[in-house]
């Protein structure tokens, strides 16, 4: 009996052993193959948790966060009579209707910053301070950039203004104009992203002294690139940049606290009637921003205007 009993377990015991080796490779690489896949699956979904949110995401009811400039600015100013936000009153006086509700900011980096860190933020800034921390949005289907500035396709631009009181009578000024002007200066210009022109032929003077230029925060990036480059063409002279907008720019040249002024719009009738000479050193395009999480990517003026005067409030109105 005993034997009988061990002979049982041997045999089943033997069956079992075929039946795990009777394992088929085809059956081991399925399985291989479905552990594989489930982890494939399983980094997709991680891939896909871990990814840019999708605009679906965005929430469209959302007040807007509207961002301006300062009064001053040649930026808002030019802004604001582009897109119909400044109107004439009764009295055929021109009122800027910027909604109270809007946050200010005091210069281009301001906007940039405020934007960039609120998904419900919009902003307005110089096209040559655009950078890849904040979205651009097209104007009436056209994407803001040097050639649709000059062709006039982009109809949100403005002139960046070289200002003086009368005729530059200073030798180191009239000499940093005429670079500023010049082939090389005007290729620098064009060089940064803003509009420049043809440009002059140009041989410095070497005069020696010190200017003062000031003015347009937007016009300041290119005015530095300007002064260093012609640092290496006349170390004769020193030239100091101070930034603080275009209304103070134009004021600075008439006063004499700046030898020349910087303004990011045209010059008021009340300005040219005071002295200021305006001479254009570039064309440059106002961008309107928004953050890069927010789906939005084209405006109508209309849109803009409405936003910007507190008719539009949340991102469901323009959509």
Do not use: H
């Not at 950039?145 to 403005?158: E, I, N, Q």
């Amino acid at each position: 009996m005993l034997k009988r009993n061990v002979s049982v377990a041997v045999a089943a015991a033997l069956a079992l052993s075929l039946a795990a080796c009777g394992s088929s490779p085809a059956s081991s690489a399925a399985s291989s193959e479905a552990v594989s896949s489930e982890a494939v699956s399983s980094e997709a979904a991680s891939s896909e948790a871990t990814a840019a949110p999708a605009a679906g995401d965005f929430d469209v009811d959302q007040d807007i966060t509207v961002i301006s400039r300062e009064d001053g600015s040649g930026t808002r100013g030019a802004f604001i009579e582009l897109t119909g936000v400044e109107a004439k009153n009764d009295a055929g006086e021109k009122v800027d209707n910027t909604t109270e509700a809007a946050a200010i900011q005091s210069s281009t980096n301001g906007v940039l910053t405020a934007v960039s860190n609120d998904e419900t933020a919009i902003g307005y800034i110089s096209l040559g301070s655009l950078n890849n921390d904040v979205k651009a949005v097209t104007v009436e289907g056209v994407a803001p950039s040097a050639d649709t500035v000059k062709d006039g396709t982009y109809t949100l631009a403005r002139p960046f203004n070289i200002v003086t009181n009368g005729e530059a009578a200073d030798p180191v000024a009239v000499d940093f104009i005429a670079y500023c002007m010049s082939t090389d200066g005007q290729a620098l210009a064009t060089e940064e992203g803003y509009i420049g022109d043809v440009g002059a032929d140009y041989t410095s003077t070497q005069p020696a002294g010190k200017i003062v230029v000031g003015g347009s925060s937007s016009v300041s990036p290119l005015m530095e690139k300007l002064i260093e480059a012609y640092k290496t063409v006349n170390p004769n002279a020193t030239l100091e940049l101070q930034t603080t907008d275009s209304t103070t720019g134009v004021s600075g040249a008439l006063d004499g606290t700046y030898t020349i002024g910087m303004a990011s719009r045209e010059l008021k009738d009340s300005e040219v009637e005071g002295g200021a000479k305006a001479t254009v050193l570039a064309k440059d395009g106002i961008a309107v921003i928004v953050s890069n999480d927010n789906p939005t990517d084209n405006l109508t003026v209309d849109q803009i205007k409405g936003i910007y005067t507190g008719e539009l409030t949340t991102w469901a109105d323009v959509q």
